[in-house]
């Protein structure tokens, strides 16, 4: 890895109920996921992304290798333009607010963690 480079370049998020936590993340930020063909005994739905131009993205897994988990790795999804209209979804699509949206300052933006159906906590960043 250099510089220029990404220090992200997929991601993975447990799920136990791959349908579920597709509606989840698809009532939030508003999108649709795409279902991915099974491989390796995983059952994926991708973030929707154009990776053909070195954009980030990542998935919703399903597999014995993939527990959700509330410690270890935060993932900070991005809640742009704003973070408040992601964060107004959360509860409505039966996750759960743990951290409000909270400045980290007036260069980065602001933050906030929820927990999703899945039980993972999560991370979101928007400059507004």
């Given at each position: 890895?250099?510089?220029?480079?990404?220090?992200?370049?997929?991601?993975?998020?447990?799920?136990?109920?791959?349908?579920?936590?597709?509606?989840?993340?698809?009532?939030?930020?508003?999108?649709?996921?795409?279902?991915?063909?099974?491989?390796?005994?995983?059952?994926?739905?991708?973030?929707?992304?154009?990776?053909?131009?070195?954009?980030?993205?990542?998935?919703?897994?399903?597999?014995?290798?993939?527990?959700?988990?509330?410690?270890?790795?935060?993932?900070?999804?991005?809640?742009?333009?704003?973070?408040?209209t992601v964060i107004d979804r959360i509860e409505k699509a039966k996750g759960?607010?743990?951290?409000?949206?909270?400045?980290?300052?007036?260069?980065?933006?602001?933050?906030?963690?929820?927990?999703?159906?899945?039980?993972?906590?999560?991370?979101?960043?928007?400059?507004?």
């Amino acid at each position: 890895m250099d510089k220029k480079s990404n220090a992200l370049n997929w991601f993975e998020i447990p799920a136990l109920d791959i349908t579920r936590a597709a509606k989840f993340y698809e009532t939030i930020f508003d999108v649709k996921m795409q279902t991915m063909q099974e491989m390796m005994g995983m059952k994926m739905s991708g973030f929707p992304a154009d990776m053909g131009n070195g954009t980030v993205s990542g998935a919703l897994v399903q597999s014995d290798m993939h527990q959700p988990a509330m410690d270890g790795c935060v993932i900070y999804l991005n809640a742009n333009p704003t973070i408040q209209t992601v964060i107004d979804r959360i509860e409505k699509a039966k996750g759960k607010v743990v951290m409000p949206k909270t400045q980290i300052s007036p260069e980065i933006g602001y933050m906030a963690f929820f927990v999703d159906t899945e039980g993972n906590k999560m991370g979101l960043h928007a400059q507004n």
